[in-house]
């Protein structure tokens, strides 16, 4: 292997199938490689016994299979189990499998740091260092399957995928995407296609791509129902506010059959958990197909905020329950461990630091 090998884990099953064809090889080797890969955790081409020797040697002078390195790993009380994943160049992300009952939700990154700076949101304190390739967003999930004995071909420990981690996805489109339909594919991780969900914070032309680009579902990160507000909390809103969200969202979810869209509402206290904010996002919400999250406020140091009272929470849902809006509360899972929403932070190196405001503010 050479500094110049490509990395195999960049690709998905079109890549590699196209790969191969640009080599004068069959296209169907990209099947057979992506098994190996995903399926039989092959690091190396000396174990792929249904490829020939040539072929073979071929690969292992031009080709690696490199996935990004665990720092370590973490269990916490309730079964949630946390990595700190190394990627190049220095910076750490953090994966979460966070088991309930016979579903198994794994929580991925797709950015070192995060660029958006939502004001509740610890990643977003640390600022802003790069898009993960595509081998370091796969890369998660592979550490993740193998270490759970997931198997896309057999047991699926993995019921489901979120891109609820660290960064926001929609800014890191191409390789998300690309990423997605490796966890999707029937040759590698087997994830049904509305099981692999990715969460934004609303980044408008990047949810009307979304909808060509991958069958996935959709969640978006609301958290509050009105402009001024959602300005303070989410600051991209000022970009593209809650009227061009929301008629986003209704594209998306005209797509198939109105599939529902999930919002995220992360609850703090005092801030957004009023009941007339409940009856505004009833409003708000009645002309698109949605599930609401809501996410108790999940502490970190210095942050400006608190969970409201289980009553304060409890009254909001009760208000969208009775005008119809399936609406759960989020267990917080893994806060013994930092892996609850909103406390991944990893090491990230950052280039932009927005964040010093928010760490001005008192605790
Ligand atoms: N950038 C994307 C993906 C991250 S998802 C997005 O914003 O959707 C992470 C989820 O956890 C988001 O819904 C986010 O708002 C929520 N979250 C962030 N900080 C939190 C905190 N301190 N407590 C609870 N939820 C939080």
């Given at each position: 292997?050479?500094a110049?090998?490509t990395n195999?884990?960049?690709f ?16 169907f080797?990209?099947?057979q ?5 995903h399926?039989?955790w092959?690091d190396?081409?000396s174990a ?6 040539a072929?073979?040697e071929?690969?292992?002078a031009g080709?690696?299979i490199?996935e990004?390195q665990?720092?370590?790993h ?5 079964g949630?189990?946390k ?5 190049a160049?220095?910076?750490?992300v953090?994966?979460?499998?966070i088991?309930?009952?016979?579903r198994?939700?794994l929580c ?21 260092s790069?898009?993960?390739a ?5 890369g998660q999930?592979r ?7 997931h198997?896309g ?7 489901n995928i ?12 191409d390789?998300?995407v690309t990423a997605?339909?490796?966890m999707?594919d029937?040759?590698a991780?087997?994830?049904a296609?509305?099981?692999?969900t ?5 980044i408008?032309?990047?949810i009307d ?5 991958s069958?996935c ?13 959602r300005?303070?909390?989410v600051?991209?809103n ?14 998306f979810a005209?797509r198939?059959?109105r ?6 509402y992360?609850m703090l ?7 007339a ?10 002309h698109v ?7 108790p406020f999940n502490?970190f140091?210095?942050a400006?905020?608190r969970r ?6 409890n009254r909001f ?6 005008a ?5 509360t989020?267990?917080?899972r ?5 892996a609850?929403?909103?406390?991944l932070?990893?090491q990230v190196?950052?280039r932009s630091a927005?964040?010093?405001r928010?760490q001005e503010?008192?605790?």
């Amino acid at each position: 292997m050479t500094a110049s090998a490509t990395n195999l884990l960049e690709f998905d099953r079109a890549g590699l199938e196209a790969w191969f064809d640009a080599r004068g090889e069959k296209s169907f080797r990209g099947v057979q490689v992506l098994k190996w890969i995903h399926q039989q955790w092959a690091d190396d081409f000396s174990a792929m016994s249904n490829l020939g020797k040539a072929l073979r040697e071929t690969l292992a002078a031009g080709a690696c299979i490199r996935e990004p390195q665990v720092v370590s790993h973490h269990e916490s009380a309730d079964g949630t189990r946390k990595w700190v994943v190394r990627v190049a160049d220095g910076n750490c992300v953090e994966t979460v499998f966070i088991p309930d009952g016979p579903r198994g939700t794994l929580c991925i990154s797709s950015q070192a740091g995060c660029p958006l700076d939502c004001r509740f949101c610890s990643t977003g304190r640390q600022g802003f260092s790069r898009n993960l390739a595509v081998a370091e967003i796969i890369g998660q999930v592979r550490i993740a399957a193998r270490a759970l004995g997931h198997s896309g071909h057999g047991t699926r420990v993995i019921t489901n995928i979120v891109l609820m981690g660290m960064g926001e996805p929609l800014l890191n489109f191409d390789n998300v995407v690309t990423a997605m339909a490796i966890m999707m594919d029937d040759n590698a991780y087997g994830i049904a296609r509305r099981k692999v969900t990715l969460s934004t914070a609303g980044i408008v032309p990047g949810i009307d791509r979304l909808r060509d680009a991958s069958p996935c579902s959709l969640a978006v990160s609301l958290h509050a129902p009105e402009n001024a507000l959602r300005d303070e909390l989410v600051p991209i809103n000022r970009s593209y506010p809650l009227g061009e969200l929301m008629a986003a969202c209704r594209r998306f979810a005209e797509r198939d059959g109105r599939a529902p869209i999930t919002f995220e509402y992360v609850m703090l206290e005092g801030v957004n958990d009023s009941p007339a904010l409940a009856r505004q996002l009833v409003r708000l919400l009645a002309h698109v197909p949605a599930k609401v999250n809501l996410i108790p406020f999940n502490a970190f140091p210095g942050a400006p905020f608190r969970r409201p009272a289980p009553e304060t929470v409890n009254r909001f849902r009760d208000i969208l329950i009775e005008a119809g809006i399936m609406t759960i509360t989020r267990k917080t899972r893994g806060d013994d461990i930092d892996a609850a929403c909103g406390q991944l932070v990893g090491q990230v190196l950052a280039r932009s630091a927005r964040h010093r405001r928010l760490q001005e503010l008192p605790a």
